[in-house]
């Protein structure tokens, strides 16, 4: 049966490719391993917006008094010459080779120059392009380590991507010689407030929390002079336009700001013109949309019947570990309790789980012991999850840009990969939108019985 020879490809797919050293920053060291011993204080100086290249002394003087209390991490590969080439200081160096990255990637070549510059930048780049490097050095040379005051700012959508982006900043802040603190829900706030009094120049965090804290004046932004907003376009989709404004509005007008979004909306558009002076814009978007290594298959069946067709494709392939996209919460959760009736491994992950939930999800699904992962597009922005074998969409995603971000969960460092979307009888406009964009013949019908019990 041809979908026997579908859920089999894995097996006889080619060797998982060596994964480039360019990427090894997608998975730094433990924070607490990192953080350095910073002991000095003092009130935050004012700098003026372009002046951070003669600080740089200082900033190597802080870096140094906090490597005092901890050894230097050894470097993964040698100093790279191109990243000196775009404006990198030895410091920077140093970390970048103990993160393991010998060439930038685009995102990075594209930006870093500017924002070294002082100038504020919109960046156009995908999930796993390397933004966190590419603003995060910049962020870290304009740091002043003898002032504990909270100088540069990182908003994310999810507590999954803040702890990813809070870990390398973290590695830089070991070399550069400043704190880094982390605010997200789902933890006890006294471990908010014990992070506070300890103090910390970069603060990486969910706009809910922020404003949490900002409401209870436990915190303030007077000092910050770098703002990055990161996913952009997912913090606006899951309704943060608000918090977005009020907290950039608590920083001073003449801060550095960098926005990195994968699409680029009117609302995003209002935001820069609103928040962002003279924003330079860089565009990193692959020309293939899909890696090539996707296999990428639809079904049409009726809404009340994709239950049923999801159980005989279930029957019918060996599906193995995939991740299953809905567009709403509700829809996760009936979606999981429907799989977990049918005797399928399945948990859902969305924003209502508390993190120790999150967490144990999470470890259960990297380690083989869930098969199916059901998230909606916001939860699943920011995880690091390998080893996806398929993404499924349930509903069909209602644009072509979110299509590619789902699908692109899979097939990657060379591997393959399958993608089946369901399209229901009132999804026929945007599928064909999408089929439109990644290019009809890519795609191969499933029939589904007309019958199934």
């Not at 899951?238 to 926005?259: C, N, V, W, Y």
């Not at 005989?312 to 709403?328: A, H, I, P």
Request: with cysteine; aromatic share 6%.
């Amino acid at each position: 049966m041809r979908f026997l020879k579908f859920g089999r490809a894995r097996e006889s797919g080619p060797p998982e490719a060596p994964r480039p050293a360019s990427t090894a920053a997608t998975a730094p060291p433990p924070p607490s391993a990192l953080r350095p011993a910073v002991t000095t204080e003092g009130d935050t100086a004012p700098h003026k917006r372009r002046s951070r290249n003669r600080k740089r002394g200082k900033s190597e003087a802080g870096a140094a008094s906090g490597a005092a209390s901890s050894p230097p991490l050894a470097p993964l590969v040698p100093l790279s010459d191109v990243f000196r080439d775009l404006g990198v200081d030895e410091i920077g160096l140093n970390a970048i080779a103990a993160l393991g990255y010998t060439e930038p990637t685009p995102i990075q070549l594209e930006s870093l120059p500017i924002l070294y510059e002082g100038e504020d930048l919109v960046g156009l780049a995908q999930t796993g392009s390397g933004k966190t490097i590419a603003f995060g050095l910049p962020l870290a040379r304009s740091i002043d380590p003898e002032s504990l005051a909270v100088q540069a700012l990182v908003l994310v959508p999810t507590r999954e991507l803040a702890n990813q982006v809070e870990g390398v900043l973290d590695l830089l802040g070991r070399f550069y010689g400043f704190r880094t603190m982390l605010l997200v829900g789902g933890r006890p706030l006294r471990k908010d407030f014990t992070a506070l009094e300890q103090g910390a120049q970069v603060v990486v965090g969910t706009p809910g929390r922020i404003m949490d804290h900002l409401h209870r004046k436990s915190m303030h932004f007077r000092d910050v002079r770098f703002a990055v907003l990161d996913e952009a376009d997912q913090m606006l989709d899951i309704g943060f336009a608000r918090d977005i404004d009020h907290i950039l509005r608590m920083t001073p007008k003449e801060r550095q700001t960098s926005l990195f979004s994968a699409t680029m909306p009117t609302s995003i558009e209002r935001l820069v013109y609103r928040y962002m002076r003279g924003a330079r814009k860089v565009s990193v978007m692959p020309e293939q949309r899909t890696a090539e290594g996707i296999a990428h298959y639809y079904c049409e069946v009726s809404e009340r019947d994709k239950i049923k067709a999801m159980r005989y494709l279930y029957e019918q392939m060996d599906l193995g570990k995939s991740l299953v996209f809905r567009n709403t919460k509700v829809g996760v959760d009936r979606l999981t309790e429907s799989l977990r009736r049918n005797d399928v491994g399945a948990e859902a992950i969305h924003g209502d789980l508390r993190q120790t939930q999150r967490d144990r999800v999470m470890s259960d699904f990297r380690t083989g012991k869930l098969e199916f992962l059901v998230a909606t597009n916001v939860a699943a922005r920011g995880l690091d999850i390998p080893d996806i074998q398929h993404v499924i969409n349930f509903d069909v995603p209602q644009n072509p840009e979110e299509y590619i971000h789902r699908v692109g969960r899979t097939a990657r460092a060379g591997k393959k990969g399958s993608a089946v979307t369901f399209v229901g009888e009132w999804e026929l406009d945007e599928w064909d939108a999408i089929m439109r964009t990644v290019g009809v013949d890519e795609f191969e019908h499933i029939r589904i019985p007309a019958k199934l019990d």
